[in-house]
């Protein structure tokens, strides 16, 4: 199987495409590398059967030109800044919702069939009903990235009927493991590395989140897009537990042997259209037979050791990705 | 109030052009002309309260400069051509999904808080309950015309909620009466002008459809934005009737006194798409005091009277409508 993954120099893409080497699938790996890493791909790049493209999503020739010959897409490439989209509105329309429209666009031009999607929890809003299905109540929008992570399952959905794609659409809980380079424990180990002694938290800690380890997150999605028939398979992709915002951090610190003061900005929220509380429903990936193998606070521990052993990514976070 | 009204020589639009003057508010057309008829605004025109700007929402300078000083815009320019989404899948996407988000990103620059948008009951899918209701299980989109509206109500949501915007969002099911030029009603009277001996049908004639009145449709909306006061008011908008493609064969035919044969292309869809299906519950709106005052039937008739009685319409729609 010939497997586009965009985004593939990311934190979940380069993991995937890892993964998908490993189980012998050529990969071609398609990042403009806003955010992802080279050395994340540093191991593929040893593997005859993968290909690295950089270009954008936004460059349809590009695009158009990568996915040639290809089986399935994992299109994994977004603008993942759910906390700043009210100061870059355009972002999340251009990155995620026309640039997944490039993407189905060109899978219709060039014949490939199947799309596998990283959507979001973020798409139920404030959910009524929690934990959430992936059938409750047609939610409401809270935030830019959700609203166009939403506006791409529905393109997925509609390509799908109008062009006899089959597609798998997963809604992530955030997502936490090796090569995790942006969110709450990023921010929270590269304060506490700069000052031990104090931590700022943005909301009142008590936001209560789910987060789930990555290769339980890839064991998923391959799992998924082996056994899920239907035309569009939606599937909910998290753990049965939470955490409170203060217990991660308790996490974070004893991990790290530190004990900072800490100083809450307030608020039942972190940010305008952040989500007091996501917790995903997730017996229809359940019953295919998936378990997530690593808990929450496992989860956690392996993304502060990676964090510890590979400070380079805090410098590459600052530079040029490319570079 | 100064209101600004995109796709305002529309059907619809200048429906509601002609009734929020006679209310005694300002009004500002915004159309591209592409489907909209100069001719619909031709009692508007003689009003000193209202302006008529030729443009299109993809065009943000003429879209601002539109907006400016204005209280609410009344969004209802858009690409309403569910039935040919597929094949140019491109257009739902720019004439919806980025013309929203033009609007709205005008709209936070010029200060602008409320905005009143046409969306659809396409964006239900294939409902899995009917009659279906506003917070219906999440639905799968089955049209690119359903998905880039579902796209356009989630940036109306998350522009509300980071922005402090209100909004009031509008799920019709197809409207009729008076200026309607596109659609089943029309297509059919077309098809018996040239031939009242024949008629071709779409699918096996049996495909259940709902129909409002353009009038009520506009009463519900002025009353919504009078009333409601959340910051996202979603309303269904429809009858709790439904008739068959046959049944309105029947009356359109009666009402011209032909009785053509009928020669149906088959299947339970008219096109890829299609819902065999719509039905909304409309419980909310009528909370608030309204009723439908005309019936399926009657706006059916009244449409039917219109296009006899304006036979220019079906030349305007060849031949450019700025013209």
Same mark, same amino acid.
């Given at each position: 199987? +010939?497997?586009?993954?965009?985004?593939?120099?990311?934190?979940?893409?380069?993991?995937? @495409?890892?993964?998908?080497?490993?189980?012998? %699938?050529?990969?071609?790996?398609?990042?403009?590398?806003?955010?992802?890493?080279?050395?994340?791909?540093?191991?593929?790049?040893?593997?005859?059967?993968?290909?690295?493209?950089?270009?954008?999503?936004?460059?349809?020739?590009a695009?158009?030109?990568?996915?040639?010959?290809?089986?399935?897409?994992?299109?994994?490439?977004?603008?993942?800044?759910?906390?700043?989209?009210?100061?870059?509105?355009?972002?999340?329309? %251009?990155?995620?919702?026309?640039?997944?429209?490039?993407? &189905?666009?060109?899978?219709?031009?060039?014949?490939?069939?199947?799309?596998?999607?990283?959507?979001?929890?973020?798409?139920?809003?404030?959910?009524?009903?929690?934990?959430? $299905?992936?059938?409750?109540?047609? $939610?409401?929008q809270?935030?830019?990235?959700?609203?166009?992570?939403?506006?791409?399952?529905?393109?997925?959905?509609?390509?799908?009927?109008?062009?006899?794609?089959?597609?798998?659409?997963?809604?992530?809980?955030?997502? &936490?493991? %090796?090569?995790?380079?942006?969110?709450? @424990?990023?921010?929270?180990?590269?304060?506490?590395?700069?000052?031990? *002694?104090?931590?700022?938290?943005?909301?009142?800690?008590?936001?209560?989140?789910?987060?789930?380890?990555?290769?339980?997150?890839i064991?998923?999605i391959?799992?998924?897009? +082996?056994n899920?028939?239907?035309?569009?398979?939606?599937?909910?992709? *998290?753990?049965?537990?939470?955490?409170?915002?203060?217990?991660s951090?308790? @996490?974070i610190? %004893?991990?790290?042997?530190?004990k $900072?003061?800490?100083?809450?900005?307030?608020?039942?929220?972190?940010?305008?259209?952040?989500?007091?509380?996501?917790?995903?429903?997730?017996?229809?990936? +359940?019953?295919?037979?998936?378990?997530?193998?690593?808990?929450?606070?496992? *989860?956690?521990?392996?993304? @502060?050791?990676?964090?510890?052993?590979?400070?380079?990514?805090?410098?590459?976070?600052?530079?040029?990705?490319?570079?």
């Amino acid at each position: 199987m +010939r497997c586009l993954v965009t985004g593939g120099a990311g934190f979940i893409g380069s993991s995937l @495409v890892d993964r998908l080497l490993a189980q012998g %699938e050529e990969v071609v790996c398609f990042d403009n590398f806003d955010t992802g890493l080279i050395r994340f791909l540093s191991e593929a790049q040893e593997n005859k059967r993968f290909t690295l493209v950089k270009g954008d999503t936004l460059d349809v020739a590009a695009l158009k030109s990568a996915m040639k010959g290809c089986d399935i897409v994992f299109h994994l490439a977004a603008n993942a800044d759910v906390r700043f989209g009210s100061q870059h509105p355009r972002k999340d329309l %251009e990155q995620n919702t026309i640039a997944t429209h490039n993407v &189905l666009s060109c899978m219709k031009d060039t014949g490939v069939r199947k799309i596998a999607f990283s959507s979001t929890g973020s798409v139920y809003g404030e959910a009524t009903v929690i934990p959430t $299905p992936e059938d409750a109540p047609f $939610p409401v929008q809270t935030s830019l990235y959700g609203a166009s992570k939403l506006a791409c399952e529905g393109l997925i959905a509609a390509f799908c009927e109008a062009y006899d794609f089959q597609s798998w659409i997963f809604r992530f809980v955030s997502i &936490l493991g %090796e090569r995790y380079t942006h969110g709450h @424990v990023f921010d929270f180990y590269r304060q506490l590395s700069a000052d031990s *002694g104090t931590l700022a938290v943005l909301g009142d800690g008590t936001q209560k989140k789910s987060y789930l380890y990555v290769q339980d997150c890839i064991d998923a999605i391959l799992l998924a897009i +082996r056994n899920a028939r239907g035309k569009v398979s939606i599937f909910n992709l *998290g753990t049965d537990e939470y955490v409170e915002v203060k217990d991660s951090i308790r @996490v974070i610190t %004893e991990e790290l042997g530190v004990k $900072p003061a800490l100083s809450f900005t307030g608020g039942s929220r972190g940010w305008i259209g952040d989500n007091p509380f996501i917790l995903l429903a997730c017996s229809r990936i +359940r019953a295919l037979g998936w378990t997530p193998k690593a808990s929450i606070r496992e *989860g956690i521990v392996r993304t @502060v050791r990676f964090l510890k052993a590979n400070d380079w990514v805090f410098a590459a976070r600052e530079t040029p990705a490319w570079s």
